[in-house]
Nanobody
Framework: VQLQASGGGSVQSGGSLRLSCVASGHDFHPNHMGWFRQSPGKEREFVAGIRWMVGTTTTADSVKGRFTISREYGKNVLYLQMNNLQPEDTAVYYC?????????????????WGRGTLVTVSS
């Protein structure tokens, strides 16, 4: 399984970006996919997650109301629409997948990771 994230870039405060993550691989049937981010000197943190088949979403409080996770189930593509970006959103964003069900999106419990895409928000 390979996850390829894209869509990062530099924007000003209040701007928007949409991240994409394409999953490829034989018999890819995760229970969950999610977005995480990591800023310099900080631990990787959960941003948003989705139950792959049923579409149920979970979003971190820090981005709720601004970020929306979605997916194209048949095309194995995961998205993160990020609106009203703020400087504190600056980070490397990673997509990840977990095969089995979990009640929480802990970084250590994700099975597959993509290479990150950098988002930089200037004030």
């Amino acid at each position: 399984v390979q996850l390829q994230a894209s869509g990062g870039g530099s924007v000003q405060s209040g701007g928007s970006l949409r991240l994409s993550c394409v999953a490829s691989g034989h018999d890819f049937h995760p229970n969950h996919m999610g977005w995480f981010r990591q800023s310099p000197g900080k631990e990787r943190e959960f941003v948003a997650g989705i139950r792959w088949m049923v579409g149920t979403t979970t979003t971190a409080d820090s981005v709720k109301g601004r970020f929306t996770i979605s997916r194209e189930y048949g095309k194995n593509v995961l998205y993160l629409q990020m609106n009203n970006l703020q400087p504190e959103d600056t980070a490397v964003y990673y997509c990840a997948a977990r095969i089995y069900y979990t009640a929480n999106y802990y970084p250590d419990e994700m099975d597959y990771w993509g290479r990150g895409t950098l988002v930089t928000v200037s004030s």
